[in-house]
């Protein structure tokens, strides 16, 4: 799945929408050479440089730079028997980064491995900046979807569903919001980055 543009990610959150995990950065001068399997470098008119990361890599800037910084974490995975939702990965911005002289290290979060046996599902892994050895940025991992034999959904940058009378996970202030909650025999959508998840109040939508 490709990253998609500024305006289109911030489109999705504002529907609440699971988000596509990446990384891009807006960089002013264009001189940024650039390692890994999945990056895109794009030159625009302005002679700034956009860099799109689907994968771990890195990105060098020579003489410093001026960023805007764009980081999604993994969504987290459905659980199990149940079919609760996965929260969406963290979506953090900045603007104006002043970013030293140096090479950047950028860590791509890859969603929640899938659950077996009605358990809970997994969270997805975050979405990292680091230089120096410090992590600038961090766009958290979604939380796991409640599955039947583990019913609350699992906290992250937005909270997984629950499954039959369980509660969602909480979301992380700033990335996301929590999942929804669930009645008797049903389950709930995991939280996005534009609002919470769907709560289901109760029914027979669940097979235990």
């Known amino acids: 799945m490709k990253c998609l543009t500024r305006s289109a990610l911030l489109a999705l959150a504002a529907l609440g929408a699971a988000l596509p995990r990446c990384a891009t950065a807006a960089l002013v001068p264009a001189n940024v050479t650039t390692t890994g399997s999945s990056v895109t470098t794009n030159v625009l008119s302005d ?44 979506f953090v911005e900045a603007s104006d980064v002043e970013l030293s002289p140096g090479t950047y290290t950028v860590t791509v979060g890859a969603g929640g491995a899938q659950t077996t046996s009605g358990g809970k599902g997994n969270n997805g892994s975050p979405t990292i900046l680091t230089f120096g050895g410090t992590d600038l940025y961090t766009a958290l991992g979604g939380g796991g979807g409640g599955g ?21 996970g909480t979301g992380t202030e700033g990335q996301g919001f929590a999942g929804g909650n669930a009645g008797s025999r049903s389950r709930a959508g995991g939280g996005g980055a534009g609002g919470p998840g769907e709560s289901n109040s109760g029914g027979d939508s669940v097979v235990g």
């Not at 459905?78 to 996965?86: N, P």
């Open 148 to 168: 039947w034999n583990s019913t609350s959904g699992a906290s992250g940058a937005s909270g997984g569903g629950a499954c039959n009378n369980g509660t969602g």
């Open 47 to 90: 002679q700034s440089t956009v860099v799109k990361f689907l994968a771990d890599g890195t990105f060098t800037v020579p003489a410093g730079a001026t960023a805007r910084l764009l980081l999604v974490g993994g969504g987290g995975s459905g659980g199990h028997d149940c079919a609760a939702g996965g929260g969406a990965g963290g």
